[in-house]
């Protein structure tokens, strides 16, 4: 079974615009990683943020976690062309494996 | 470019073969771990090596296996192939078996197999 889920399944919008997606999970956790695949290609890594961290940037990249709520969000700030891909989140539990979910795919519109 | 290297990249085979997947990992590199992706859904463990040795499996029959060899670079094995196999395998290297240290874990471009 999948730690996390996220939401929503699929998203469009315009080059410029925000893109937000989330991620809850189950259990409690050590770490949250996001990842960024283009179609049919390896992973990506982009940002692993702490359980004990509440916000991290990275460029145009902004991840919350938000533990009470085991939940956490991934925020592309001035969408490009080049953004479109799927993003999964991977929780990391008290061991070695990462635990993805089914992933949000984004398309960004010229 | 991650410097994980998958081969084949693509590669069609039988119901009932067997089929072998490499991978070489990252320069100084110690943990490679192995992903199954199924079209739509995200990646499914199926085991990781550290320094040659199984460092932990996830909810895949035996007919799964691998290898780690000294250099570090990986094997994985599919016996008896399903045709519920057909997949993109990843191959995942880090140092110091990455997840829960925090060390980035880096992705190859995966390989497709195709069961028919």
């Given at each position: ?54 916000e991290k940037h990275?460029?145009r990249l902004r991840v919350t ?9 991934l925020l592309?700030t ?33 | ?116």
């Open positions: 079974s999948q730690q996390g889920e996220e939401d929503p399944q699929a998203l469009s919008i315009q080059e410029g615009e925000n893109a937000t997606m989330n991620c809850s999970y189950k259990t409690s956790i050590n770490n949250l990683q996001w990842y960024r695949q283009n179609s049919g290609r390896g992973l990506v890594h982009l940002i692993l943020i702490r359980s004990n961290e509440r990275s460029g976690l938000d533990t009470s709520k085991k939940s956490s969000s592309i001035a969408s490009r062309a080049a953004d479109t891909a799927s993003y999964f989140c991977a929780t990391v539990l008290n061991d070695y494996k990462l635990s993805f979910g089914a992933g949000t795919t984004v398309t960004v519109r010229a | 470019e991650t410097g994980v290297t998958q081969s084949p990249t693509h590669l069609i085979k039988t119901r009932g073969q067997q089929v072998t997947l490499r991978c070489s990992s990252q320069s100084g590199h110690n943990t490679v771990s192995w992903y199954q992706q199924a079209l739509g859904q995200g990646p499914q463990f199926i085991f990781q090596y550290y320094r040659e040795e199984e460092n932990g499996r996830g909810n895949f029959p035996p007919r799964f296996s691998g290898l780690q060899f000294p250099n570090y670079s990986s094997e994985l094995n599919v016996n008896a192939l399903e045709l519920d196999d057909s997949a993109l395998y990843l191959c995942a290297s880090s140092f110091e078996t990455g997840a829960l240290s925090g060390n980035t874990i880096y992705f190859g471009e995966g390989s497709w197999l195709t069961v028919v």
